[in-house]
Nanobody, 120 residues
């Protein structure tokens, strides 16, 4: 199985920056994609950014130009550089690792989340 651990969250003032990290370990044979999701109080989980094989990245409109997703395949580590943070970015951020489970199937593994709080 795959274990996923996020780190790097904290409290920051609006306009500040944070860098989140996600370390994946365990029975990792082939990663299809890795991504960051977030869930704010009273809201549903939403996609923040994903990166797929080949390095193609996709971002939610709300974070484009402010967040940058990257990965180190050799270390099975995912990063999210968060700049120009806004209070509405406050949420628990979760790392998702999608691995191949068959020719046409994937399995998703999730971390426990890391809290990001942006004060005004």
């Amino acid at each position: 199985q795959v274990q996923v651990v996020e780190s790097g969250g904290g409290l920051v003032q609006a306009g500040g920056s944070l860098r989140l990290s996600c370390a994946a370990s365990g029975s990792i044979f082939s990663i299809n994609a890795m991504g960051w999701y977030r869930q704010a109080p009273g809201k549903q989980r939403e996609l923040v950014a994903i990166i797929i094989r080949g390095g193609t990245a996709n971002y939610a409109d709300s974070v484009k130009g402010r967040f940058t997703i990257s990965r180190d395949n050799a270390k099975n580590t995912l990063y999210l550089q968060m700049d120009s943070l806004k209070p509405e970015d406050t949420a628990v951020y979760y790392c998702n690792v999608r691995v191949w489970a068959g020719a046409l199937a994937t399995n998703d593994y999730w971390g426990q989340g890391t809290q990001v709080t942006v004060s005004s």
